[in-house]
């Protein structure tokens, strides 16, 4: 497995406006590359000029070793599928999947076998004399997805493909078109807004910000180990503290002088840090614990909220020592307006330190991220 | 169905909905009926002989020919100009293009004799080009004469090229970005995405338009009555033969015409539905007006861009030119050699001048007013009763809008000459109430479809809120519905004004001198030579016409 394409040094402006500072990513050869970000992030200018619709400032992107920049869409031999689809109105079913193979010099009976096959890959057999408004929204997908594989593209692209979904269809077409990309063996970038759908369908998540890549890799190393409080904030439920780097990887909560007002805890560090130096805690839900009020190691704190949540139940814990967090833990552990003490859980994800400066972005629930990053 | 009536409680009530059957089935049905009967000789035992004559006559044959010819080159000329125009306007960007996108579009609210007028001061020949050309080429007489069907192409042309322009720029708006993309990526060259995408989704666009161009160009009477001289088409045969005491032969005429215009209406209502069908597919964004990269194709773009808006608009300018030059002042040379208000002056101080524009505009203004509320009426009594009442009344207030001008001329013509009271006949030819009724009929397809599309907009929990809060079906209406309505009202008011201000083709027929309109007065005044006068009246309606059309645009933008 190899690199397919690179991206090297992307830049784009829009009317002095900067959407792409220098972006550099690779996707690998087989694999679903997901660009994840929040609105004006810049991802769906990276996916436009991939498919070549946006032309980079500067920059280069290469196609196993060659420069693609310069190409038009149409020489690119890319497949896309648009956020509202973009089915030919006019065209039938059968005749959008076949769009595509009518300028590679195809016979009509191999032309028709492929469109058959696509639309058997896609669940869609027999649907080729169609009209495209008589079908509904998945099958729409469905189709764009066919129609979008069906010339045998190097690469797959896919803008934001489920948001024009209802909400209970997402999950399901989310599975079935990764099973189908996954069949054909195709790469694939994946452009969304939505972390679940990030993590599900993603071999790897590269997440995007004001036009820079802040991270890329695979799902679970950007929600234990991410590089950025923003990345941390927006692949997941995180609450943050301020904290001193002390010695042997533990950072110090509070003042851990006075029982329930400070506590030394085990933690990572995103970078080297000097002990004694201020950083910013990461805490999971999953890795905090409620415990007994003034236990050892623990900060004290009253219960503001509590939600139910089926397997799990999140508290929000106001703590004595000013700032609230977000601790997963059993439905039976506390009571709203309790006295708790709360503690790292052995075996969740551990604490993780950034050096100060990197402000964390402002305390909101991860739904409200979402909705905000909506397009 | 009790749904659409619920809104300011109970049930609809059907009688003034019969009612309103009545009085449109007496405005627009009933005339053109009594012109049918009249032709086939009906009230005499009835007789096929004037359509036996009409079969026999060569002229006759030839001016249906020569209509249908005329109507499908202008259609082609009219997309030739309106299309390119479309996409420089909507796929680039020059300096200006908002305004002149604005401007080029204008030709559609003038009245047919203004640009004709236009044309000839223009291109007649003692028109401007004419003499520049002459003077150029050092000729003895003028290069061509402005006359047959090539003057009426042009003029039809340059009016019915705003139906293309204005569909296909909507429709390039509508157009979603990602489906060239699309094609694009699936490895479509320009061409192909152009020809194989953009144009059959383009298609409901110009098929709308082309049978628009076509039915307002088998209806145009301005421009074959001002240049065709012995080229008759139907609608100036129509006339001719009226004028000439052959009333039996005007009938039949008219009624084939009448005949060929619904078939197009038929045609357009059909074509409607298909469209909707395929729009209903259609989801996504606008595409980004390109930013054309090169310098070249931008100067191009604005250069094409400016350069057509200003032929298009010359005619225009020159009426206004014409308007300042004093009478019998300039004979030979190129420009004008004298300039003043004298003209203005004149119209203002002349009762005589002055009075054609009182007439036309009270004629206009009570022509509006019952227009307005007669198309209100329709369109509420419409929605109410879905189904084959509510359809039977959007019927009625389109079909004047289908028929040409001169059938709508002789039917009324042929029904209001009679005092039959008991029949519905009553003598108003001759009458001051002649032609406001006429303006009225042919203004209801413009209140009615606005007042209709403004209903549809509205929302109706808005009057089912009024009549939770205790609000009356009457308090509903003059508190809420109206008041919301205004807008859509005041646009297709404007529209209706305008036109009824400018209209020629149905004066022609119904007028008395008490009653002249502004329309004959310019005709009077261009046999007199007085162009100055003429090009006075012209600007006048031109003002008004704009004016108008602005507020039309406004609304239609803004809803």
């Known amino acids: 497995m190899g690199t397919l394409l690179s991206i090297r040094e992307l830049t784009k ?36 000029s991939i498919a070549g619709f946006e032309r980079p400032d ?50 009509s009976e191999e032309r028709d076998e492929r469109v058959r096959e696509m639309l058997a890959l896609v669940d869609l057999a027999g649907f080729e004399d169609r009209r495209v408004d008589e079908i509904s929204g998945g099958q729409q997908q469905r189709v764009a997805v066919a129609r979008a594989l069906a010339p045998r593209p190097r690469l797959l692209l896919l803008d934001e493909p489920l948001s024009n979904l209802d909400p209970e269809l997402r999950e399901r077409t989310r599975r079935e078109l990764k099973a189908a990309i996954r069949r054909v063996g195709i790469s694939a970038v994946w452009v969304t ?43 997941g439920r995180a609450s943050f503290l301020p904290a001193v780097w002390g010695e042997a990887s533990t950072a110090v909560v509070g003042d851990e002088r006075f029982i329930g007002c400070g506590a030394s805890w085990p933690a990572d560090a995103a970078e080297a840090v000097d002990s004694g130096t201020a950083v910013t805690l990461l805490l999971r839900p999953e890795g905090l614990r ?15 909220e509590r939600r139910y949540a089926g397997e799990i139940t999140y508290y929000r814990v106001v703590l004595d020592v000013g700032p609230e967090v977000v601790v997963a833990d059993a439905v039976t552990a506390a009571t709203e307006g309790g006295k708790v003490g709360v503690a790292p859980r052995l075996g969740g994800p551990k604490p993780r330190a950034f050096r100060d400066g990197e402000r964390p972005p402002p305390q909101e629930g991860l739904a409200e991220v979402v909705e905000e990053a909506d397009e | 169905m009790s749904r659409g009536g619920s809104g300011a409680g109970g049930r609809p009530r059907r009688l003034p909905a019969f009612a309103l059957v009545a009085v449109l089935s007496w405005l627009v049905g009933y005339p053109l009926l009594i012109t049918l009967l009249e032709a086939l000789g009906i009230p005499g035992g009835g007789t096929l002989q004037h359509w036996a004559e009409f079969v026999r006559r060569p002229d006759e044959w030839l001016a249906l020919w020569r209509s249908l010819w005329i109507s499908l080159a202008s259609v082609v ?71 047959g069907a090539g003057a009426i192409l042009l003029v039809h042309a340059y009016s019915m090229y705003v139906y293309f322009y204005l569909f296909v720029r909507a429709g390039l708006a509508r157009l979603d970005a990602s489906m060239s993309e699309a094609a694009q990526i699936l490895g479509a060259g320009r061409g192909r995405t152009f020809w194989r995408v953009t144009v059959p989704l383009l298609g409901p666009a110009l098929g709308g338009a082309a049978l628009l161009a076509f039915m307002t160009s088998l209806a145009s009477f301005s421009a074959p009555y001002i240049f065709g001289g012995g080229f008759r088409v139907m609608t100036t045969q129509i006339v001719a033969s009226k004028l000439n005491g052959q009333v039996a032969m005007a009938q039949v005429e008219t009624v084939t015409l009448a005949v060929l215009a619904l078939a197009g209406l038929w045609a357009l209502l059909r074509f409607d539905r298909g469209r909707i069908a395929v729009v209903g597919g259609v989801r996504g964004l606008a595409p980004a007006r390109r930013r054309l990269a090169s310098r070249w194709a931008r100067w191009g773009a604005g250069a094409a861009g400016w350069g057509l808006a200003l032929v298009l608009l010359l005619p225009h300018l020159t009426l206004v030119v014409i308007s300042f030059v004093p009478r019998a002042t300039w004979t030979v040379e190129l420009v004008p050699p004298a300039w003043d208000l004298s003209n203005y002056r004149e119209l203002l101080t002349t009762p005589e001048r002055l009075r054609p524009v009182l007439n036309s505009l009270w004629m206009a203004a009570a022509a509006t007013a019952a227009a307005v509320a007669l198309g209100l009426a329709t369109a509420r009594a419409s929605l109410a009763h879905r189904g084959r009442l509510g359809r039977l009344l959007e019927m009625l207030v389109a079909v004047p809008w289908a028929v040409p001008g001169t059938v709508f001329a002789i039917s009324l013509a042929t029904a209001f000459s009679v005092d039959a009271p008991l ?16 303006y009225l009929v042919r203004s209801l397809p413009l209140t009615g479809r606005g007042a209709l599309a403004g209903l549809r907009q509205l929302d109706r929990s808005l009057e089912e809120a009024a009549a939770s809060l205790g609000a009356g079906r009457w308090r509903t209406l003059v508190r809420v519905t109206v008041p919301m309505l205004r807008p859509a009202l005041a646009a297709a008011a404007s529209l209706a004004f305008i036109t009824a201000m400018g209209d020629f083709v149905t004066s022609i027929v119904l007028y008395t001198y008490d009653t002249r309109p502004i329309s004959i007065e310019i005709l009077s005044s261009l046999r007199l030579q007085d162009t100055g006068i003429a090009a006075v009246y012209g600007v006048l309606l031109m003002v008004l016409s704009a004016a108008a059309f602005l507020l039309w645009g406004r609304e239609e933008r803004a809803g």
């Open chain 1, 13 to 48: 402006s829009f009317g002095g406006q900067v959407v792409l500072a220098g972006v550099s990513l690779d996707v690998e050869e087989g694999e679903i590359l997901v660009l994840l970000g929040p609105s004006g992030s810049g991802k769906t200018t990276l996916l436009r």
């Open chain 1, 58 to 107: 500067s920059g280069d992107l290469l196609l196993e070793g060659e420069e693609i920049a310069d190409l038009a869409p149409a020489q690119r031999k890319f497949g896309m599928v648009f956020q509202h689809f973009a089915l030919f109105p006019h065209l039938s079913v059968g005749r959008n999947v076949s769009f595509g193979l009518e300028t590679r010099g195809l016979r």
């Open chain 1, 193 to 235: 807004h939505e972390q679940q759908e990030a993590f599900d369908v993603g071999d790897r998540v590269a997440v995007l910000s004001a036009g820079r890549l802040d991270q890329v890799g695979p799902p679970e190393e950007l929600y234990l180990r991410p590089t950025s409080p923003f990345v941390a904030r927006f692949v």
């Open chain 1, 290 to 304: 409620l415990v007994p009020p003034e236990s050892d190691g623990s900060l004290q704190g009253t219960v503001a």
């Open chain 2, 77 to 147: 000329l009219a997309a030739a100009i309106g299309v390119p125009l479309a996409f420089i306007f909507e796929r680039t960007d020059f300096p200006g293009r908002r305004l002149l996108g604005a401007l080029v579009a204008l030709p559609v609210a003038l009245p047919p004799l203004v640009g004709v007028i236009a044309f000839l001061f223009l291109y007649g020949e003692s028109g401007f080009v004419t003499r520049g050309l002459q003077a150029l080429l050092g000729l003895h007489e003028a290069p061509w004469r402005l006359h």
């Open chain 2, 423 to 438: 029949a519905g006949r009553f003598v108003l030819v001759g009458t001051p109430w002649i032609l406001p009724l006429a």
